[in-house]
């Protein structure tokens, strides 16, 4: 049996008084496509954030690629192989879409393999990354110039260029329109199957059952299910904790 890429057990964490995670645990395939649903305030963000390294869990373990990250800063985890893209996409917006995907280029991928990239390669590298995202022919103009589709792919980009084992796609394609979450969703199938696993934070249902191949759902801190993505849909508790049916 294969082992799990990223690992979560009896994870913890509380704001004062709040329990904000209350003892999850969830395990992610390599390969796998995984949607993670909930109401607001379930603990969605919480729990990505103490994957990622932005929280420190305050009880339990996150385990990823059989490594231990507790303790682990954002950067570090990046250098391991995780990645997340933000609802709030965060460019740099005095620099080009060519120059933002050097970034993570210089500063992760090149730090990780430990070897000096000529700007040739670098230039390559970045192309390649536009291309796959459809923002190649973008490569010169600058963040603003972007429309709200082309900023989500770019924050998604600045995430792939950084080349992680796992991405966490928090909410990429919120106020898109039908047709553009189509387009965010074929996307990330393609990164899919690259081998690249994700884990996708979804409001839009529509996009959640295309996309995942697993649904887990949190409520009020506590994974109510996870399994098949019908089968999650039509628990009658999901249906009256998420779905308010």
Avoid: W
């Avoid at 008084?17 to 390969?31: R, S, T």
């Avoid at 933000?86 to 280029?105: D, G, K, S, W």
């Avoid at 990239?117 to 603003?144: G, Q, Y």
Wanted: proline share 5%; net charge neutral; glycine share 8%.
């Amino acid at each position: 049996m294969t082992a799990p890429l990223l690992k979560i057990e009896n994870v913890g964490k509380r704001f004062g008084g709040f329990v904000a995670l209350d003892n999850v645990n969830l395990e992610i395939a390599p390969g796998e496509r995984l949607g993670l649903i909930g109401p607001n305030g379930s603990g969605k963000s919480t729990l990505v954030n103490c994957m990622s390294g932005t929280l420190q869990n305050e009880t339990g373990t996150v385990t990823f690629d059989g490594k231990p990250m507790n303790g682990l800063a954002p950067h570090q985890r990046t250098h391991l192989g995780i990645a997340r893209s933000f609802q709030l996409p965060r460019p740099f917006h005095t620099l080009t879409v060519a120059e933002n995907i050097r970034v993570p280029l210089l500063y992760t991928v090149r730090l990780r393999r430990d070897i000096a990239h000529t700007k040739s390669e670098l230039d390559d590298r970045c192309h390649e990354v536009l291309d796959l995202v459809s923002l190649k022919h973008k490569a010169n103009r600058l963040p603003k110039d972007l429309t709200q589709v082309e900023m989500r792919k770019l924050e998604l980009a600045r995430a792939m260029a950084a080349e992680p084992k796992l991405l966490i796609a928090d909410e990429a394609m919120a106020g898109l329109s039908e047709s553009e979450v189509k387009d965010i969703v074929a996307l990330l199938i393609r990164l899919n199957e690259r081998g690249i696993t994700i884990i996708l934070i979804e409001h839009i249902m529509t996009a959640v059952k295309s996309f995942s191949q697993r649904l887990a759902v949190l409520v009020s801190g506590k994974k109510i299910a996870d399994g098949d993505p019908q089968d999650v849909l039509s628990n009658p508790e999901v249906e009256r904790a998420y779905l308010g049916q």
